[in-house]
């Protein structure tokens, strides 16, 4: 059974950084593309970055350089560092990955920054 875990939330000012942790229980980790995605209240989720079994990386426009997704396959777990945060990141931020055509979510963690 896949298995996500998210650690790294928190409250930080405006400007700050965060970094988030997903530990994922699967079987080969390695091969398969990982996303993170964030919901605000009253928005719909939204993505915010992927990265791929060669970790090439993908950015939604919004990040601007200020966001790196990143793995580490031999600990089967993926991050988001996250720079010059600002209020409108505010979110709960959830990892995914898509195993054989179903996706499995993190139970999310919250980001609140503060003004």
């Known amino acids: 059974q896949v298995q996500l875990v998210e650690s790294g939330g928190g409250l930080v000012q405006d400007g700050g950084s965060l970094r988030l942790s997903c530990e994922v229980t699967?079987?080969?980790?390695s091969r398969w593309p990982l996303r993170w995605y964030r919901q605000a209240p009253e928005n719909q989720r939204e993505w915010v970055a992927t990265i791929t079994s060669s970790a090439g990386a993908t950015y939604g426009d919004f990040v601007k350089g200020r966001f790196t997704i990143s793995r580490d396959n031999a600990k089967n777990t993926m991050f988001l560092q996250m720079n010059s945060l600002k209020p409108e990141d505010t979110a709960v931020y959830y990892c995914?990955?898509?195993?054989?055509?179903?996706?499995?979510w993190g139970q999310g963690t919250q980001i609140t920054v503060s003004s």
């Open positions: 995914n990955i898509l195993v054989w055509g179903i996706d499995y």
């Open positions: 699967t079987p080969n980790f």
